[in-house]
Structures are given as C-alpha cells and as structure tokens.
C-alpha cells in the first residue's frame, strides 16, 4: 500500500535539509519495495508568505489525511518581526496541537565515532543513549491565560499559565514507560514540586501510574538538578519524562552530549500512533542555502517515521546503519568535523547515505 507523507520543509536550512532526506527514502523505497506518495506543502515563514498565516488549514488537513508527516525547521530573521500571533512558531504550534501530538520522542544517542565532537569528555558521554519523553500539547505553552497586559499603574505585565489535567499527566507517563519498559526499564520523571503546584499533581500521577508498571525502576528529579545531571553523568538517565517546556530546554542540552544538535531526530505522536517527524534543530538561518548544514537529523527522524508511524522498522534500521557507515568514512559536516576527518557538504553527506543504503 502506498504511504502518504506530507513534506513541510519549512524556513532556513529546512529545504536543504528536507531534500537530503527524500533522497533516502527514495533510495530505502527502492531497496524495501515500499510505495510512497510525497505531497509538499508549507509551514512558517514560508507559509505566511504564501497564504499570510503561519499554517494554513488546507495545509492542516493534508497533514491529517496523510500517514506520516516530515517536517524541516521553520522561523527566521524575515518574520522575526511579525506580530506574535502569526510568527512562523505559531505554525508549528498549532500543528502539534491540532493533530493532538503529545508524546514528544526525542532520543540523545551518541555515535561512538563522535565522541570527540561533543564538548563533554568522552568518557562521561560515550555510549550514551537516552531517551526524552517530552509533553508537547500542554503545559506553559498552551496554557490560558496568557498575554501582555496594562496594569492599573500604567505598567505592562507579561503572563502566562502553567496547567496540567490528571489526563494529560497520565497519558504521557504510560507513553514513558511502556519506552522504558522496550528498553533499560529505568523512567526519571522531571518536575518542579519544590515550587510549582501544578508539578505536584505531575508528580503524584506519575507516582500512581507507577504501580501498573512494577517492573519499570521510577525516580524523581527537580528540573534544575537535572539540567546539572545532564552535563556531569548523563549516563545515570534511560527514558526522562518531562513537560513540555522543560522538556524543551532539557532535550537542546541533551543534544550537545552527542556531539552536536545536527544529529538529533524527533517524533510527535497523538493517540493514534500517527506523527510528525522533524530534527530537534531549528532553521539555522546563518547558514542557510550554503549547502553546509548536516542533514542526518532530519535523514534519521525519517528513519523515526518509518518505524513509529509506517510500521517499517527494517527500512529505518537500513536508515540508520547507513548514518553509521557515513560515520565510519570518516565524512563529517561542518557541525560534527574534528581534526583526521573529511568536510562534507548537506548534498554530499545525503549523497554519502543514499550510497550506504544502496550497499546495504
Ligand atoms: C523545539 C523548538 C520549538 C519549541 C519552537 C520552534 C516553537 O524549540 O521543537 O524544541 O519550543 O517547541
Ligand atoms: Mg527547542
């Protein structure tokens, strides 16, 4: 059967990135004998440019009606300006809520051949391999009220309001351990119960939920302690649940470990198991249309997709052993490059990996 993917490859370095990354699906296509169906569309700064909102809803039900969705980076110094209400981040906001994709799957793994390229000590991140399981429809980012409003003394305050439901809670919590449960067994959940209520019942609901799951190891971390873990043992962590915008200051730190934020892939799953797949990175405006930046993020969130929302798991390990090959030639973009390797360009690294599954 043929699989319908949309691709939004968005602001920045997003095409450069997103064309790479076709490349090595139409190369595991052929090599796994699936069938797929690109559709393109647009998603922040470009979107606002072509239809004067961040993500239009034809775009939206594109996105709903397919089976997997492959998105690039959005955002830029063009819209920096824009009113908040339509900034290009709205766009990728607003998907994520729309299609109800809560469960934020961003793993840190490092490479063994990158280890010097990280800016920890090799001893403390080799063989790391960790998994953020990131709440990414509730929490501070979604929750009302919010705003900028004039005070009685004439003076502007910025709110915003920090909410999560029992049900929110829950549901993240068993995506969590069920990954934990598929991998070392071990879940720490991040919070901040010494001062924010709504983490109290965070953590309470992940205590209960615990019990269902007697043969997953549950511990518990302040978020500040954690972000100091992070960088002085990481290895100590298997799966970290977190909400949604610790999850998002957590999961860049968690990048650096591996050597750089231009290898870490993401999936966003809603109830049904169907996602959205996009690098952790964002759009990298600096650099973009120089043929610089490193596609293996978005090369490997595909191999995410064909796993969690295609139910190809062989076709996304032929994926990801061939990031390893391209690794083990020594070839390294910009972001990865240390002494002894070779530079490569966006294309070549893609060229490098569409090799390496042909030879699989
Ligand atoms: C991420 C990004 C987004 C977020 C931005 C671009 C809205 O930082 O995916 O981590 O904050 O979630
Ligand atoms: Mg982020």
Known sequence: MTKK???????????EIMTEAVKVLKAVSEKHKISFKFQEDFIG??????????????????????????????????WDNLDSAIRPEKGLLKIRYEMGLYANLRPAILYPQLAE????????VAGLDILIV????????FGEPRGIRLLDNGER???????YSESEIERIGRTAFEMARKRSGKVCSVDKANVLEATVLWREIIQSLAKEYPDVELSHMYVDNAAMQLVRAPKQFDVIVTG???????????????????????????????????PVHGSAPDIAGQNIANPLA???????????????????????????????????????????A???TTSEMGDAVVAAVNNA
């Open 298 to 340: 978005t090369i490997l969130s595909a191999a995410m997709m064909l796993k969690y929302s295609l139910d190809e798991p062989e076709a996304a390990a032929t994926i990801e052993n061939a990031v390893g090959a391209v690794l083990d030639q020594g070839l390294r973009s910009a972001d990865i490059y240390s002494e002894g």
């Open 342 to 344: 070779t530079k490569a």
């Open 45 to 78: 700064g470009c979107a606002i440019d072509e239809y004067g909102v961040p993500l239009a809803n034809s775009t939206l039900e594109k996105c709903k009606a397919a089976d997997a969705v492959l998105m690039g980076a959005v955002g830029g110094p063009k």
């Open 117 to 124: 390229a990280s800016t920890l000590k090799s001893e403390i």
């Open 244 to 278: 949604n915008m610790f999850g998002d200051i957590l999961s860049d730190t968690a990048a650096m470990l591996t050597g750089s934020i231009g290898m870490l892939p993401s999936a966003s799953l809603n109830a049904e198991g169907k996602g959205l797949y996009e």
């Open 5 to 15: 993917i949309v691709l939004l490859a968005g602001d920045g370095i997003g095409p």
């Open 157 to 163: 305050q910025g709110y915003n309001t920090y909410v």
């Open 134 to 141: 990131r709440e990414l429809t509730g929490g501070i980012y």
